[in-house]
């Protein structure tokens, strides 16, 4: 049932390509820490090669991802079929976060639309690639996608989103910084 790669195959970026959802997963090296789980949607990934991927990330009530890439580096993405064949692929690999204003952000950020509360990208190097076979997953029909983030961020405006992520991004609810808190903290964002 469940197969092995070394790197992204084109049939492995093809099912990537058809998918609306994916769900990124970390946790931090303690045990007593939360493992964190967070669904994206729209068009905010990128194949960068057989090897690598890449996701603009959006403001969220949180920033649980980038406090335990910036701890240990550990990260899964998850897509899974809800439409057409069943199957679920998982890229695991080393993340990091790329922060707005720094060379690196400056060669991806060309790569992505961006949208109203984006916050950073988050840039990962693949190790493996699983796929399995998906069989108990549901049906679901995709709809679109919701504009409340984006119309959410545009209503905030620039300090009101600098705000919120002061208030809410700096650290993680386990009380681990942030690479964007860091910054924040320095008054260089």
Not at 96 to 117: D, H, Q, S
Request: proline share 6%; charged share 20%.
């Amino acid at each position: 049932m469940g197969k092995s790669f070394e790197a992204i195959l084109p049939e492995h970026e093809a099912f990537i390509a058809k998918q609306h959802i994916f769900f990124v997963g970390s946790a931090p090296l303690s045990g007593d820490g939360h493992v964190n789980l967070s669904p994206k949607g729209h068009d905010v990934l990128r194949i960068m090669n057989a090897n690598e991927v890449a996701y603009l990330d959006l403001t969220g009530s949180g920033n649980e991802t980038s406090a335990h890439l910036e701890e240990n580096g550990r990260i899964t993405v998850m897509f899974t079929a809800f439409e057409g064949p069943p199957m679920i692929l998982r890229l695991y690999g080393q993340g990091r976060v790329i922060l707005p204003e720094t060379p690196e952000w400056e060669a991806l950020a060309p790569m992505f639309t961006m949208l109203p509360g984006v916050r950073q990208i988050i840039a990962v190097k693949v190790h493996e690639v699983k796929t399995s076979c998906g069989f108990s997953v549901p049906f679901y029909n995709y709809e679109g996608e919701r504009n409340t983030l984006q119309k959410w961020a545009v209503n905030k405006g620039e300090e009101g989103l600098l705000a919120y992520w002061q208030e809410k991004n700096m650290i993680s609810m386990d009380g681990m910084p942030t690479p964007l808190g860091e910054k924040l903290s320095t008054g260089n964002l």
